[in-house]
């Protein structure tokens, strides 16, 4: 009988007369009471409210799977590794809706109150019955018995290994700044309001539970956020593996490996940028609109599930959205009066439209009043020219995929091969979404990159394709291998500035507060958190700085501009005064990619205010005046304690 089809009890016996779900009712009972009891008793113990639902869970996972496998779904014939990977995933899932419960208890202020996990349990439950019957425990057809779970056996163990080996991988400067929002906002700091920040909200609401599990298992935050998008690949490539249409296990075996590395390793150097999680989520959703063109009808479950992975990077951005708008335009030529807007995996993306806009609304509504206004006066200094659009080796890459493309006859296919127009299409759709954000810099074009490589590497595994059609195309084999190569070449991210802006940091104290003025944000981050100094402005750069200075040059200053100039100089000033750093940094020249007029002097610029002289005259001297920076150490006591209206600022890594 094939893997996960029902059957009597090992043991001979016929199963209870029972529908699954009351079959799965009664475990998830004894699962809960004795989850609950292990949750209550780590209460007690003293365990923070993440840790002790994580440890209650933990407690009933091996329980639940052997009791749902033997009796609730009565499954026959050895436990294979897939089955186990499969559990585990859907698993992580319905607990990462747990856990959004009772974070929301949490910031509701019932913090260790045991209703909230009790609601949190409520709402795993039923997730995890409608995953374990349509995903995890599914009855396989007989096309998929021999090798079945190749995919899973290989995908799932190379993810923990990944675990392992990438757990102190260098984050990019922007996602240690995305780290450090969300410790300020866990820690009581107003977003928009006591931080200036340019991107909406998702992407720092994202990191807090990252925070909170990070806290719970006593790990670093950055560590946790690496497992996050590993797991988040993983169950691309999972989910990868349930949608498609393969000739054989082999080629579903490389599919699931395709999104897997592919989704990984599309640019090492800005792992854990919003663009790695948009392509990551991208992959399944675009060969679940490939299946729809085929006119397959996939479950609900899986549907919705592949949705709900999508929607975290289609919210991320608003030019995400040209891909899954782009998408639909294709199902609706292809099916014609077939089509059908309301599907599981719409309804989800529109939901959670609607619950993130009403989030936003309710909870960070300076970012509409506040931050919006201020990109459309001042976001104009970071758009670079067109030419720079195009100076990196990427954009040859792409040229290379296209001529193997070509070479390889992709385009005569496209009419009978759905997983290439879906490919193409979100590739084309992000190139536009590259082209729109005006800049060039190279984590913009990482799913444009990742959906040509699923494209060249579709050849191999999409529906009447074989593995063998990919490999006698050498020079396809060739431009990925080229490609996957590149981004380690490149490397993980590495700050070349870091080493000089440490060595001013490291004459302060361990602890002590820096305030770096620059328009760059290379300057400042990582280095500051590596060094566990506290960061002591609220702008993670002074990214209005080069249309500051571009204004100026072109005598185009607007009253909006002038209006945000005196913001600005009133914003670094409080910060200045309430954290008192030990050392200012004041950026003179920037030598990377922000257009700004090399004669813009940014002391000059906060210096028309004589506050701010007098305070940093009084209490500082220049200890060094170089090309790039102006250092300031600082020379009277930092007083005992900040003025009741300063922002509170919550320690950074090793010092929480």
Avoid at 74 to 88: D, I, K, Q
Avoid at 436 to 459: C, D, E, F, N, V
Avoid at 580 to 603: C, G, K, Q, S, V
Wanted: one cysteine or more; glycine letters at 8%; a positive charge.
């Amino acid at each position: 009988m094939a893997e996960g089809s029902p059957a009597s009890d090992p043991a001979g016996r016929p199963a209870l007369n029972l529908p699954p779900i009351i079959r799965f009712a009664i475990t998830g009972v004894g699962n809960s009471v004795v989850g609950f009891a292990v949750l209550l008793l780590a209460l007690k113990l003293g365990f923070t409210d993440i840790a002790a639902n994580l440890t209650g869970f933990a407690a009933g996972l091996t329980l639940g799977f052997i009791a749902n496998r033997q009796w609730t779904f009565a499954v026959e014939g050895r436990v294979s590794l897939g089955e186990v990977g499969r559990y585990l995933a859907g698993f992580a899932l319905a607990w990462s809706l747990n856990i959004a419960v009772v974070m929301a208890g949490i910031r509701a202020g019932y913090a260790g109150s045991p209703f909230i996990h009790l609601a949190g349990i409520a709402t795993y439950s039923v997730a995890f019955y409608f995953i374990s019957r349509s995903f995890v425990f599914a009855p396989r057809t007989d096309a998929g018995k021999a090798g079945d779970w190749l995919g899973e056996a290989i995908v799932v163990p190379v993810t923990a290994l990944l675990m392992l080996v990438m757990r102190q991988l260098p984050l990019t400067h922007d996602v240690i700044w995305q780290l450090w929002i969300s410790r300020q906002m866990l820690g009581g700091v107003q977003l928009y309001s006591q931080i200036n920040e340019i991107n909406p909200p998702l992407w720092f609401w994202m990191a807090m539970p990252v925070h909170l599990l990070a806290r719970a298992l006593a790990l670093p935050a950055p560590t946790v956020l690496v497992w996050f998008i590993l797991l988040l690949a993983l169950a691309a490539a999972l989910l990868v593996g349930r949608i498609g249409r393969f000739e054989g296990p082999r080629e579903r075996a490389f599919a699931m490996c395709a999104a897997l590395v592919i989704g990984l390793f599309t640019s090492l150097y800005d792992f854990g940028q919003r663009e790695q999680i948009l392509l990551i989520g991208s992959i399944p959703y675009a060969l679940l609109i490939a299946a729809r063109i085929r006119g397959e009808r996939p479950s609900p479950v899986l549907a919705a599930a592949i949705g709900l992975l999508a929607a975290l990077g289609f919210a991320l951005k608003h030019y995400f959205v040209l891909a899954p708008l782009g998408l639909e335009v294709l199902l609706l030529w292809h099916l014609r009066r077939s089509w059908r807007p309301l599907r599981p995996e719409t309804i989800v993306l529109a939901l959670l439209g609607v619950a993130y806009a009403a989030a936003v609304l309710v909870f960070a509504p300076a970012f509409l009043t506040v931050i919006v206004p201020m990109v459309k006066a001042a976001y104009f200094g970071f758009e670079t020219p067109v030419w720079m659009w195009f100076d990196e080796p990427i954009q040859a890459f792409w040229l290379l995929i296209v001529i193997a493309l070509v070479s390889a006859g992709a385009h005569r296919s496209f009419r009978d091969r759905p997983e290439f127009q879906v490919f193409a299409l979100c590739a084309l759709a992000f190139f536009a979404a590259y082209l729109l954000q005006r800049k060039g810099w190279q984590y913009h074009a990482i799913p444009t990159s990742g959906m040509l490589l699923m494209l060249l590497a579709s050849i191999g595994f999409a529906k009447g394709q074989r593995l063998a059609d990919l490999t006698a195309r050498p020079l396809v084999c060739l431009v990925i291998a080229m490609y996957l190569s590149f981004s380690f070449i490149e490397r993980p991210y590495a700050n070349e500035r870091e080493p000089f802006v440490g060595q001013f940091i490291d004459r302060t104290p361990a602890g002590s507060s820096v305030l770096i003025m620059a328009s760059n944000p290379m300057w400042g981050w990582p280095a500051v958190e590596h060094r566990h100094r506290v960061w002591a402005s609220r702008y993670g750069a002074h990214w209005m700085l080069p249309a500051f200075g571009r204004a100026r040059a072109d005598h185009a200053e607007t009253p909006a501009l002038l209006a945000l100039e005196k913001l600005v100089r009133q914003d670094n000033y409080v910060d200045l005064i309430c954290s008192a750093p030990a050392l200012i940094l004041i950026e003179n020249h920037e030598p990377n990619f922000i257009t700004r007029p090399i004669n813009f002097d940014t002391l000059r610029f906060f210096a028309q205010d004589k506050p701010f002289r007098d305070y940093l005259s009084a209490n500082y001297r220049l200890i060094d005046n170089g090309f790039y920076l102006r250092a300031y150490e600082r020379i009277t006591p930092a007083p005992a304690h900040s003025a009741p209206d300063c922002r509170p600022v919550v320690p950074p890594f090793g010092t929480e």
